[in-house]
């Protein structure tokens, strides 16, 4: 509906996607094309449906009693509802962070070896060169090179969403989903997640949830505006937020409501 | 206007004795126990009770050597806990974790059950069932003995490490096991690696209590244990606990004598024991901000 760059691959093609919790629809007839290696956004009111939207392509949505989605949702041409579908490998390759930062209680180190550890890397030096990349990747290491063993709740809020980055990024996905990832943090650590999923997006698509409509500029390529579980508007950020087509994109961005 | 104000003194002086009776009761409980007990510091004398013989009646020589008892309990507690811990925890697990809600509904009340049925009556299972049981499989001269002892504790120890590790289990934060599925974890991996060890203060702190419970218990031990005082930590050996011991022998002892004396002081060390065992689990459970329902 929306040409994208032609420089950039489509990654995410969400095609006549309706989605279910029990009897109340909560997306409508979602159509929606996410460039590879772009910060997408996503804004809309309270109870809009991008969340709700954004759990559909990494299927957290599943785990949710009763919930039932219709239409395709294709990542790199391959239908992730597919009953023949692995979720594990779905999931390995579409991360996920989270609004409220949520580390294990256990230490810095085995939060990040979580993931490859299920995976199957064994190999210490191995685990440790992850935990190391990944770290430094999350702009994280220098804070915590010397306490790799300390409990990962120790850490304060800024710190842990970078830790929970670092642990997304380090089963090596493709897309990032984040879920409102600064909402809770302060101006100063909202900006250094700020900084960081700019750096990350040279390797990452990254699709991100937010309330805060300067975040969506600050940060994003594209933006898509939802509104009572329909996608209203998508186009390149700068042209949602200076002359969008729809006169409720307008209304939201200009604060008349939500 | 007087009288309003003594009435509320007195009301508050009532509610307040109320409140504190359990205390008061520990605490006489404690000094009679002690009271009992002390002569025989002076003489048979404190040392008779670390002996390894329990011959409490006998024209030669009586013997208090509590030390057997005390390694039956054990050995009989410790292997009851053995034997309900892995259905404990994983029974939780099930419950709290995978079980449907309806499955969960239908399962609790027999839980419940489970730890309301009288002890005596689990000992009647215990020898009808338990022990042939036991006796056939091991090719055992007599069922009566440690291991059966302790299976029949175990389905004792079992609801409270069930139903308190449910807690401590349903008390994991959701956003932990979020962010594991979403790592690509499976539902047992999420389980294993990251539910079960967060909640493994309040699991400890069950089991704790099991043990309390265990260590206590005296109507079904003493049923089938075999009784006889002997220090034996194989399972297959005839033990006779602290508990049973004193439930079987103080209804004929002289008030006032050795033996008797003896006996208090079985009840004061078993009385540490669940104590302890009591104060850990307390400990536990508080600093990990969970509470015993």
């Known amino acids: 509906m929306v040409d994208i760059q032609a420089d950039s691959k489509v990654k995410v093609h969400v095609e006549n996607m309706n989605f279910y919790y029990g009897p109340v629809q909560a997306l409508f007839d979602i159509n ?80 990040i070896a979580y993931g490859p550890r299920i995976h199957g890397v064994k190999d210490k030096n191995k685990l440790m060169d992850i935990v190391e990349s990944c770290l430094i990747k999350s702009a994280l290491w220098d804070e915590v090179k010397d306490r790799l063993e300390k409990n990962a709740m120790g850490l304060s809020g800024g710190q842990q969403q970078r830790l929970c980055i670092a642990r997304a990024l380090a089963i090596n996905p493709d897309v990032v989903l984040m879920d409102e990832p600064a909402s809770a943090l302060d101006p100063k650590s909202t900006l250094k997640i700020e900084d960081l999923i700019n750096e990350l997006k040279k390797d990452y698509t990254i699709i991100i949830v937010t309330h805060n409509m300067q975040q969506a500029g600050r940060v994003s390529d594209h933006t898509a505006f939802f509104y009572e579980g329909r996608l209203i508007e998508f186009g390149a950020t700068e042209q949602i937020f200076t002359k969008p087509n729809q006169k409720q994109t307008e209304d939201y961005i200009t604060g008349r409501f939500g | 206007m007087n009288r309003q104000r003594l009435k509320a003194k007195l009301i508050k002086y009532f509610l307040q004795s109320c409140g504190s009776l359990s205390i008061i009761i520990v605490l006489l409980i404690f000094l009679f126990l002690f009271k009992e007990a002390i002569p025989f510091i002076g003489s048979p004398g404190i040392t008779e009770l670390f002996h390894n013989v329990w011959n409490p009646v006998s024209f030669q020589k009586e013997e208090f050597g509590i030390v057997p008892l005390i390694t039956g309990s054990i050995v009989v507690t410790l292997l009851a806990i053995i034997i309900a811990v892995p259905f404990g925890i994983i029974g939780a697990v099930y419950i709290s974790e995978i079980a449907s809600p309806k499955e969960r509904e239908f399962l609790k009340p027999f839980i419940e059950i489970l730890a ?99 260590v206590g218990e005296t109507m079904a031990v003493m049923m089938v244990t075999g009784n006889s005082p002997v220090i034996s930590f194989n399972p297959f050996s005839s033990v006779r606990t602290m508990t049973a011991t004193i439930a079987a022998e103080m209804g004929e002892v002289t008030i006032g004598s050795n033996h008797y004396m003896a006996l208090f002081w079985v009840g004061i060390v078993l009385m540490l024991m669940t104590f302890g065992l009591n104060l850990i689990s307390y400990r536990v459970l508080k600093k990990y901000g969970l509470s015993e329902k």
Do not use: H
């Not at chain 1, 929606?32 to 809309?44: F, H, N, Q, R, W």
């Not at chain 1, 599943?62 to 990542?75: A, H």
């Not at chain 2, 004792?156 to 979020?178: G, L, R, W």
């Not at chain 2, 539910?195 to 209590?209: D, F, N, T, Y």
């Open chain 1, 32 to 111: 929606l094309d996410i460039p590879e290696k772009k910060v997408t956004a996503l804004i809309g009111p309270s109870g809009c449906g991008k969340s709700t939207f954004l759990r559909t392509l990494n299927r957290m949505n599943d785990i949710i009693d009763g919930t039932r989605i219709e239409g395709k949702v294709m990542i790199d041409d391959k239908d992730i509802y597919d009953p023949m579908t692995d979720v594990v490998e779905l999931r390995k390759k579409v991360g996920m962070i989270f609004q409220k930062s949520n580390p294990f209680p256990k230490s810095i180190f085995d939060n």
């Open chain 2, 116 to 214: 309301g049925i009288p002890s005596v009556v689990l000992g009647f299972f215990g020898l009808v069932v338990v022990s042939p049981l036991i006796k056939d499989v091991f090719q055992l001269n007599s069922g009566l003995n440690a291991l059966t002892g302790s299976v029949l504790l175990a389905l004792m120890a079992i609801p409270t490490i069930m139903s308190i590790s449910e807690d401590a289990i349903k008390s994991v934060p959701s956003v932990y096991k979020e962010a594991s599925l979403a790592l690509g974890a499976s539902k047992l991996e999420t389980i294993w690696k990251v539910v079960v060890p967060a909640a493994l203060s309040g699991i400890v702190a069950s089991v704790m209590l099991g043990m309390g419970r265990v």
